[in-house]
């Protein structure tokens, strides 16, 4: 059974004729999967893709070399990146891009803890970037990463419909 938040942002898309993409790396897939379980994913999900090494999102999704190698593959600006070019691999409404450090071994820092986490999205053109730092192991900070994802879809797709009104 999917997640409570991953339900109630499914719902919600399916509600708004939204469709929805993920470009993940450090959850693997588990927030395409979430999706997958609910009963709108028909209507709501066209697909995902799993670029967890890093030359696969250079050879995949066309993330310059230079951003990576500059900001590092877990960073928030490879992230926005392959949030923005993942529409022309799979087309949908939004467009979901997830990085992070869920166990030690990456690019963390002082600055950028195990457990920091980077989720990025284009909605109806606009990108929207979050920065989070979750703790515990792995597989809670990529439950609660995923949790996070589906909150923060469903607050910016509400928040942007409600400026159209």
Not at 9 to 25: D, P
Not at 54 to 72: G, M, N, R, Y
């Amino acid at each position: 059974m999917a997640e409570e938040k991953i339900l109630t942002c499914s719902k919600f898309l399916a509600n708004n004729g939204l469709t929805i993409a993920f470009v993940e790396s450090a959850t693997a897939g588990w927030l395409c999967s979430e999706f997958a379980l609910a009963p709108e994913s028909g209507q709501v999900l066209k697909g995902g893709i799993v670029c967890y090494d890093a030359q696969l999102k250079e050879d995949l999704l066309q993330v310059p070399h230079e951003l990576i190698k500059t900001f590092t593959p877990e960073s928030q600006e490879v992230t926005d990146e392959l949030a923005r070019r993942l529409g022309t691999l799979i087309p949908s409404d939004i467009q979901v891009a997830v990085t992070g450090l869920t166990g030690p071994g990456g690019s963390e820092t002082a600055d950028k803890p195990v457990g920091t986490m980077f989720i990025s999205a284009m909605i109806e053109g606009r990108l929207i970037s979050y920065r989070q730092v979750f703790e515990g192991p792995c597989e809670e900070i990529i439950h609660q990463t995923v949790n996070a994802a589906a909150e923060i879809i469903t607050n910016e797709v509400s928040n942007i419909r409600d400026t159209h009104l």
